[in-house]
C-alpha cells in the first residue's frame, strides 16, 4: 500500500500573495515556522525550517517551484509510534516529498492542495504520515487566519 495524504484548502486572497506566504522565509515565519525559515524557496536549493515546538532546523530540499503554481520538496522522514506533540522523532533512511498546489478560483480566492507521500508502511511511517498530515492542515489553517487577518494561529499553540 503506498501511504500519502492530501489536503486543501480556500485562502481569500490572490495566488501570487498565497504563493509568497510560502515561498517568501520571512513571510512563512510569520505564520508557520515558529523558529523562522531561512531561504526563499528555490528550486535546486535547500531552506531551513525551525520550529519552537520541535526545536532544530529542518533542512528541506526544494525540488521544482513554478511560481505561482507549484512548489515540491523533499525531507527526511521521521518514524515514531508515541505521537506526543514536541517529542522528536527517530529519522528515518528515506524522504518523503510534499507537493504544494496553487489555484487561482473564479471568486478570486486561492484552493491550496498540499500532498505528502512516500512514507513506508509500517506502523512507524503511518503514525508519521498522521502526524505530518495534522501539522500541514494546521499550516493551512494558520495561513488562512494570518493572510486574512493577520492573526498567528500557532503563537503559543504548541508551548
Same mark, same amino acid.
Given at each position: ?15 501570487e500573495?498565497?504563493f @509568497? %506566504?510560502?515561498a517568501?522565509p520571512?513571510?512563512l ?8 525559515? !531561512?531561504?526563499?524557496? &528555490?528550486?535546486?536549493s ?5 520550529f519552537?515546538d ?6 528541506v530540499?526544494?525540488v521544482?517551484?513554478l ?5 515540491v520538496i523533499?525531507?527526511s522522514?521521521?518514524e515514531g509510534e508515541t505521537?506526543?506533540?514536541g517529542?522528536?522523532?527517530? @529519522? %528515518? ?6 507537493t ?8 478570486? !480566492?486561492?484552493?491550496? &492542495?498540499?500532498v ?12 508519521s ?6 501539522g500541514?492542515?494546521g499550516?493551512?489553517a494558520a495561513m ?9 494561529l ?6
Amino acid at each position: 500500500m503506498q501511504v500519502n495524504f492530501r489536503i486543501s484548502g480556500r485562502i481569500a486572497k490572490p495566488v501570487e500573495e498565497v504563493f @509568497e %506566504a510560502v515561498a517568501d522565509p520571512a513571510k512563512l515565519s510569520e505564520y508557520f515556522t515558529t523558529g523562522g525559515a !531561512r531561504g526563499r524557496m &528555490e528550486a535546486g536549493s535547500t531552506v531551513l525550517w525551525d520550529f519552537h515546538d520541535f526545536p532544530g532546523a529542518v533542512p528541506v530540499e526544494v525540488v521544482e517551484v513554478l511560481p505561482n503554481e507549484k512548489i515540491v520538496i523533499e525531507w527526511s522522514a521521521s518514524e515514531g509510534e508515541t505521537g506526543e506533540i514536541g517529542a522528536k522523532l527517530a @529519522e %528515518a533512511d528515506y524522504k518523503t516529498t510534499v507537493t504544494m498546489l496553487f489555484k487561482p478560483l473564479d471568486d478570486g !480566492r486561492t484552493l491550496v &492542495e498540499i500532498v505528502e507521500e512516500g512514507w513506508r508502511d509500517t506502523p512507524g511511517g503511518l503514525r508519521s504520515a498522521f502526524l505530518n498530515c495534522e501539522g500541514w492542515t494546521g499550516m493551512l489553517a494558520a495561513m488562512k487566519a494570518w493572510i486574512e487577518h493577520g492573526i498567528n494561529l500557532r503563537h503559543g499553540f504548541y508551548k
